[in-house]
T-cell receptor, first 111, second 113 residues
Framework: DQQVKQNSPSLSVQEGRISILNCDYTNSMFDYFLWYKKYPAEGPTFLISISSIKDKNEDGRFTVFLNKSAKHLSLHIVPSQPGDSAVYFC??????????FGTGTRLQVFP | DSGVTQTPKHLITATGQRVTLRCSPR?????VYWYQQSLDQGLQFLIQ???????AKGNILERFSAQQFPDLHSELNLSSLELGDSALYFCASSLALGSGELFFGEGSRLTVL
């Protein structure tokens, strides 16, 4: 039972354009949502998060949007840079700090 | 560098064997988490410890066990290994409960032949 789904395994975007990564969830009890970025041979690193009581959180080039009614969140990267090329994991938090991760979306930003 | 150290980085063993993966959390972090990432899968939550006590449990097999020691380092023990246990095992740590912001190590890649 996949409670957090990232239906696009990969995404290719031109440098300077917007990257939009999507994530869907099924459990309405999730209270916090996070995005992690992972480069090859490294562990995931925290990128940005949003509480379930908000619908938008922005940090520099990164913005996360939450649509609770649709159980959907998205990560926008504007403008995209080649260094953003990585695998992005969406995660949702239950009580007791248990993070449920999606399967990831591989983003490639080309010049 | 996240500050979380995992050893060994790579491990190759045979079916039926037992291995121990070690994790040193960031200095001061009280929580340690273990995740498993199999091929083309997301990170599957295994177990969490907070200050030496088990706090949350995920889909951890009975053949697997973990503990957190008084110095806060943690070990994940995998026994009676099967081919399907081949995966990348990540340890993560956090200072406070509730934020969801975890700091991950580079992982231990286990290959079972």
């Amino acid at each position: 039972d996949q409670q957090v789904k990232q239906n696009s395994p990969s995404l290719s975007v031109q440098e300077g354009r917007i990257s939009i990564l999507n994530c869907d969830y099924t459990n309405s009890m999730f209270d916090y949502f996070l995005w992690y970025k992972k480069y090859p041979a490294e562990g995931p690193t925290f990128l940005i998060s949003i509480s379930s009581i908000k619908d938008k959180n922005e940090d520099g080039r990164f913005t996360v949007f939450l649509n609770k009614s649709a159980k959907h969140l998205s990560l926008h990267i504007v403008p995209s840079q080649p260094g953003d090329s990585a695998v992005y994991f969406c995660a949702a938090k239950e009580m007791a700090d248990k993070l449920i991760f999606g399967t990831g979306t591989r983003l490639q930003v080309f010049p | 560098d996240s500050g979380v150290t995992q050893t060994p980085k790579h491990l190759i063993t045979a079916t039926g064997q037992r291995v121990t993966l070690r994790c040193s959390p960031r200095s001061g972090d009280l929580s340690v988490y273990w995740y498993q990432q199999s091929l083309d899968q997301g990170l599957q939550f295994l177990i969490q410890y907070y200050n030496g006590e088990e706090r949350a449990k995920g889909n951890i097999l009975e053949r697997f066990s973990a503990q957190q020691f008084p110095d806060l380092h943690s070990e994940l023990n995998l026994s009676s290994l099967e081919l399907g246990d081949s995966a990348l095992y990540f340890c993560a740590s956090s200072l406070a409960l509730g934020s969801g912001e975890l700091f991950f190590g580079e992982g231990s890649r286990l290959t079972v032949l």
